[in-house]
T-cell receptor, first 113, second 114 residues
Framework: KQEVTQIPAALSVPEGENLVLNCSFT??????LQWFRQDPGKGLTSLLL?????REQTSGRLNASLDKSSGRSTLYIAASQPGDSATYLC????????????FGKGTHLIIQP | DAGVIQSPRHEVTEMGQEVTLRCKPI?????LFWYRQTMMRGLELLIY????????DSGMPEDRFSAKMPNASFSTLKIQPSEPRDSAVYFC????????????FGPGTRLLVL
């Protein structure tokens, strides 16, 4: 059964720093990996989706990389801002229906002004 | 499009009462998902529908939980009778497909069972 781990569970950094969030998964046979953002009291918003054939995706100050063979993905946030404060979740899709989508428990990020 | 709409946003009820959560997916999306999120277990898939048909309900914790999708624009998740351990945030999401397609989440219903 696929397991997704996100470390650290929480992170607090000063504004302006570049930072990296980590995601690891146990089964490398995946179709894609997504990074989501969740603000307090709200649902998840998809940030980036990386197909299994891709190595990275970029959107603005965000860059997500995927190393399928090692079961790892990173989300790089450049020049962090207080508005980036949220919980970031990683999810991998392993096929076989919707139950093939496995979420990590997230990294709670706080950007200090 | 207004996105995925859920109601109510908050629900407080007493143990033993029936609870009904509602969801309106994004128009044109063929898939609808119900999730439950808790601090201990994270985000768990309860059930999902394709073209209004339930495909996999193996994530539904017990017979006390049931879900329906009578048409393409409406779904309900019912808990009867409710128990304190059902307290969680329940999310509805919809998408055009599975693999390679983004799921769009609603704002969630925060349920507290006393």
């Amino acid at each position: 059964k696929q397991e997704v781990t996100q470390i650290p569970a929480a992170l607090s950094v000063p504004e302006g720093e570049n930072l990296v969030l980590n995601c690891s998964f146990t089964d490398s046979a995946i179709y894609n990996l997504q990074w989501f953002r969740q603000d307090p009291g709200k649902g998840l918003t998809s940030l980036l989706l990386i197909q299994s054939s891709q190595r990275e995706q970029t959107s603005g100050r965000l860059n997500a990389s995927l190393d399928k063979s090692s079961g790892r993905s990173t989300l790089y946030i450049a020049a962090s801002q207080p508005g980036d404060s949220a919980t970031y979740l990683c999810a991998v899709y392993s096929g076989g229906g919707a139950d093939g989508l496995t979420f990590g428990k997230g990294t709670h990020l706080i950007i200090q002004p | 499009d207004a996105g995925v709409i859920q109601s109510p946003r908050h629900e407080v009820t007493e143990m033993g009462q029936e609870v009904t959560l509602r969801c309106k997916p994004i128009s044109g999306h063929d898939y609808l998902f119900w999730y439950r999120q808790t601090m201990m277990r994270g985000l768990e898939l309860l059930i999902y529908f394709n073209n209004n048909v339930p495909i996999d309900d193996s994530g539904m914790p017990e017979d006390r939980f049931s879900a329906k999708m009578p048409n393409a624009s409406f779904s309900t998740l019912k808990i009867q009778p409710s128990e304190p351990r059902d307290s969680a945030v329940y999310f509805c999401a919809s998408s055009r497909g599975l693999a390679g397609e983004t799921q769009y989440f609603g704002p969630g219903t925060r349920l507290l069972v006393l």
